[in-house]
Structures are given as structure tokens and as C-alpha cells.
């Protein structure tokens, strides 16, 4: 393979529960190595200021609840090849943790994420980008299954914030992003996608690499 002028990024964008982080999983099981991994959830704001209460009352389905200038600096650091440290959310306290994690220099980085197309210095700064589409009813099953498993919810409160905040900030936040895709997939992802994205990727990470393999029956930019 030959080796990219600079780390080439990558955004995996879509619903909350649409199968990015799946994705992303699956494609650095076709990459091999030299890829990294970050996750928009982890560039949540600190709100360790605030009471538990004063939290929990947050709209964490709006992009103001990212810290935007901590995400363009590590994404920035990851093109210029240095070392970053990357910041750890605690889901279930709604703050950032003490710890945050290295992460070196990576050939890819994969960035899943809600928003990550919504600013045009952001978007910019990724090479491709790629949108996951998926129906509202299976978005809310993963989601009920991974709140609760993973960041300590209740069932009540997963169910409620979707239909009071996810839902109405899907439709005005995230789905627009579809017009800033390269490429936009129908979840779950088929098998030859992953591939044909994979392939993409090690050969330069070009959009226009991926026309050929005529992606679903959706929209290849």
C-alpha cells in the first residue's frame, strides 16, 4: 500500500443507534493495522460544574453539548501525526472524567459521531465522509439496549428522552447532514460495502474511489 501524503480522516455519521460505531468496527477489522478510533460521544462538554440534577436536565441531542475547540484540536493534532490526548465521558454522572487516553499517530482515523458534518471547519477537515441511514424504530431498539447495558439508564428515562429530544433533534441536526455525505448507507451495512470502503480507504481514501462499487441503491457523491 502506499503510504497517504498524511493521515487520511474518516466520519461516520448518522442517528443515535443507526450502526456507526458497528461500522467503524467492522471497517478497522478490514483495515489491519494502523488505525485509530475516536468517538464524537467522548468530546461531550464537562459539566462537573453543574449540580447531578442541573445535568440530567442538559439537552445532550443538541450539538451545543459538544466541545467543538476540543475536537478541532485533537483532529487537527491526528493530521499533523502527534500524539493526542483524548477525553473520556462519563455517561452516567453526565461529566468528563479525571483520565483521558493516548492515542498515537494513525495512517486512518474513523470518527463516529451525530454531528460531525454539521460545521464547515469540521467537515473540512475529513477526507471522506460517510452517512448511515437507518430506520427510527431499529435507531430506538439499539439504543434502549446500549443505554441501559452500557451507560447505566433506565428503560423509562432512554424511552422518554428519545421521544422528547432525539427524535425532534435527529430530524433538524442529523439527517440533513445526508447533503454533505460522499457516500450514504442503508444499516445494516452489507458485508461488500464494508469492503468496498475498506479497499477505498487503503488506496488513498479518495471519494471518487468508491463510485465503481455503485454503494446500495443510494446517493454516491
Known sequence: MKRPL????????????????????????????????????DFYRDLSHLTFAQRQRVNFDHPRAIDWPCLDAVLRSCLAERPVRVPQYDFAAHCRRAESRSMPPARVILVDGLWLLRRPGVRALFDLRLFV?????????RRLARDVRERGRTRASVLAQFRDHVTPM?????????????????????????????????????????????IVSLPVR
Open 133 to 141: 441511514e437507518c430506520p427510527e424504530r431499529l435507531r430506538l431498539s
Open 6 to 41: 498524511r493521515p487520511i480522516l474518516v466520519a461516520i455519521v448518522g442517528g443515535s443507534g443507526a450502526g456507526k460505531s458497528r461500522l467503524a468496527d467492522r471497517l478497522e477489522h478490514e483495515l489491519g493495522r494502523g488505525v485509530a478510533r475516536l468517538a464524537l460521544d
Open 170 to 214: 435527529h430530524d433538524r441536526f442529523v439527517a440533513p447532514q445526508q447533503r454533505w455525505a460522499d457516500v450514504v448507507l442503508r444499516s445494516p451495512v452489507a458485508e461488500r460495502e464494508v469492503k468496498a470502503l475498506a479497499h477505498a480507504l487503503l488506496n488513498g481514501g479518495q471519494a471518487s474511489r468508491l463510485s465503481p462499487f455503485s
